[in-house]
């Protein structure tokens, strides 16, 4: 019956032709698309027109003076072109297991305030253990990050549990309350703990991320005001720095196993007396796409990699 089914409904269209389409819809130019796939340009516009033959749909509008754009069906086809590709790609992986260990490539997408105290140590493991696996990272801004796990061209998201959609998968894996960073020689300094009542008046450096911003900005809502900043920086250690050189307070929630900054100064780490939003870190991966055996690999791997930094914070 399958087999029949096979013959009358013959695939019009290749791999090539998806790999293809993929490339191009991400470059949106033939010729940046020819370069990366080292093939001619006349070569890849024919197989795309040869496609969008075989798919009855119009993929791309042909713009004289300024590239490409997706047109909505293209923009529709490509998370499921992604999908089919990665899925292939399995299948010859899975072929090359019966032969020996797992191998495949991952890309990794992570939270940008996240990846330089998280990511290395977490590949660097993980390849330790499985030698034949690669990675393509990305560390962006949590919207980027959800767009990336939509639209296929991310496998995996290490991220907070923030304006999660439906399409998502979210797996919760590690509790982590907001703590102050101080001058070691600021008057708090000594406190076991410091209030927020305390830290309003102090010039803030703010950790100046989407979502971060206003989720430590929130923390104050329970004394009134919010704290206006001195100093802004999307870098975190260049915010770790400002407050190391004596320059204000700020707030994190990653667990830092160094008070020290890049140019030696140091901090102190401050819990609040205050009862005060924890977030929660986890894994993200898309609903829609089936991750492959060894993106789920590596998300088991993660887990227990992760939820061992509750022992260790």
Same mark, same amino acid.
């Given at each position: ?26 470059? =949106?130019?033939?010729?940046?698309? &020819? ?12 197989? =795309? ?34 999908? =089919? ?6 299948? @010859? ?48 801004? @949590?919207? &980027? ?44 300094? $000594? ?43 999307? @870098? ?55 991750? $492959? ?21």
């Amino acid at each position: 019956m399958e087999s029949s089914v096979m013959e009358s409904h013959p695939l019009r269209y290749s791999l090539r032709q998806l790999r293809y389409f993929v490339v191009t819809a991400e470059a =949106l130019s033939f010729t940046a698309a &020819a370069k990366r796939l080292h093939i001619s340009q006349p070569s890849i516009s024919t197989a =795309l027109a040869d496609l969008e033959v075989s798919f009855g749909v119009q993929l791309f509008i042909r713009h004289h003076a300024s590239g490409l754009s997706l047109t909505q069906a293209g923009r529709d086809l490509l998370g499921q072109a992604r999908n =089919l590709l990665k899925i292939a790609e399995e299948l @010859q992986m899975a072929a090359k297991e019966l032969d020996g260990g797992m191998t495949g490539a991952i890309t990794l997408g992570c939270l940008v305030s996240l990846a330089p105290p998280l990511m290395p140590g977490l590949i660097s493991r993980f390849t330790d253990e499985h030698a034949g696996i690669s990675f393509r990272t990305v560390e962006a801004h @949590q919207d &980027a990050l959800l767009s990336g796990l939509q639209d296929g061209s991310l496998d995996i998201a290490l991220t907070y549990s923030l304006d999660m959609t439906e399409d998502i998968a979210f797996t919760p894996l590690l509790s982590l309350p907001p703590y102050a960073i101080l001058p070691r020689t600021h008057r708090l300094a $000594r406190a076991r703990k410091v209030s927020l009542a305390d830290l309003l008046p102090e010039p803030y450096v703010m950790l100046d991320l989407p979502h971060s911003r206003e989720y430590f900005a929130a923390l104050f809502d329970a004394v009134g005001s919010r704290p206006v900043p001195a100093f802004r920086s999307s @870098q975190p250690e260049v915010v770790r720095g400002m407050v190391a050189n004596g320059l204000g307070y700020s707030l994190l929630n990653f667990p830092l196993k160094s008070n020290r900054t890049v140019d030696g100064e140091e901090f102190v780490i401050k819990r609040f007396k205050d009862s005060v939003n924890a977030t929660t870190l986890g894994i993200a991966q898309s609903r829609t796409m089936k991750p $492959r055996q060894v993106v789920h690999r590596f998300a088991s791997f993660c887990e227990n990699y992760i939820r061992r930094l509750r022992l260790e914070a």
